[in-house]
Nanobody
C-alpha cells in the first residue's frame, strides 16, 4: 500500500527550530520529486520547497529560503523538512508530497501522494 506518514511538528517559539519527517511505504523516493507544502487558515496551499528525483536539486519559496532545508535519507524512504529561525508567519499545516515523475512543480495538483498533514505553530 502506497502511503506517506508524517511526524513532528507542534508549538515552537519564534526563532526556534523543528524537523518534520515523512515516511514512505510502498515505494522509494530516489527517482521521484518530493515536496513540502503548507496551508494557513484562509489561504491557499503553497509550496515550501521541493527536491527533484535522482539528482536531488532543491528549490525553496523565497519566504523560507535560507531557513528551511529538504532532505531524504540514504534508504530513500524518508524525507525531512528542517525548519530553523521560525517566524509566526510560518504557522500552518504542513504536508509532504511525492510526484510520480522526477521534476518539481508548484501546483499541488501535479503531486500524486500526500501525507496526512501536521500542524506547526510558531508563537511566544
Amino acid at each position: 500500500q502506497v502511503q506517506l506518514v508524517q511526524s513532528g511538528g507542534g508549538l515552537v517559539q519564534p526563532g526556534g527550530s523543528l524537523r518534520l519527517s515523512c515516511a514512505a511505504s510502498g515505494f522509494t523516493l530516489d527517482q521521484r520529486a518530493i515536496g513540502w507544502f503548507r496551508q494557513a487558515p484562509g489561504k491557499e496551499r503553497e509550496r515550501v520547497g521541493c527536491m527533484t528525483g535522482r539528482l536531488g536539486f532543491t528549490i525553496y519559496a523565497d519566504s523560507v529560503k535560507g531557513r528551511f532545508t529538504i532532505s531524504r535519507d540514504n534508504s530513500e524512504t524518508t524525507m525531512y523538512l528542517q525548519m530553523d529561525s521560525l517566524k509566526p508567519e510560518d504557522t500552518a499545516v504542513y504536508y509532504c508530497t511525492v510526484k510520480t515523475g522526477r521534476y518539481c512543480s508548484t501546483s499541488p495538483q501535479q503531486y500524486d501522494y500526500w501525507g496526512q498533514g501536521t500542524q506547526v505553530t510558531v508563537s511566544s
